[in-house]
Nanobody
Framework: QVQLVESGGGLAQPGGSLRLSCAAS????????MGWARQAPGKGLEWVSG????????DYADSVKGRFTISRDNAKNTVYLQMNSLKPEDTAMYYC?????????????????WGQGTQVTVSS
């Protein structure tokens, strides 16, 4: 079975940082792009970031460019989302997802098999 387990969420102050992790199992992790999406209270799911299977290319939603960094460690079957300069509008449930191919795409249909999510709350 494919399984994605997010961790690292919590409470941060505006301007603070968090690092999310996603542990993957049940598939050849190094063969697939991975991504992150989020859902804020009362809003739809928003694509946040994607990374190629070998980490050679990344992309970000305009709302997080310059603040968030996606990375992966294929030896550990883990993808990360480093979130810096956090804003209250970053408050959301964050989900990790497996891509359908080796390359990342900047829309949700490029991904499938989502994790259970980890909550990020940014508040003073």
């Amino acid at each position: 079975q494919v399984q994605l387990v997010e961790s690292g969420g919590g409470l941060a102050q505006p301007g603070g940082s968090l690092r999310l992790s996603c542990a993957a199992s049940g598939f050849t992790f190094s063969s697939y792009a991975m991504g992150w999406a989020r859902q804020a209270p009362g809003k739809g799911l928003e694509w946040v970031s994607g990374i190629y299977s070998d980490g050679s290319d990344t992309d970000y939603a305009d709302s997080v460019k310059g603040r968030f960094t996606i990375s992966r460690d294929n030896a550990k079957n883990t993808v990360y989302l480093q979130m810096n300069s956090l804003k209250p509008e970053d408050t959301a449930m964050y989900y990790c997802a497996k891509g359908k191919t080796y390359y990342s795409r900047n829309y949700l249909l490029a991904y499938h098999i989502w994790g259970q999510g980890t909550q990020v709350t940014v508040s003073s």
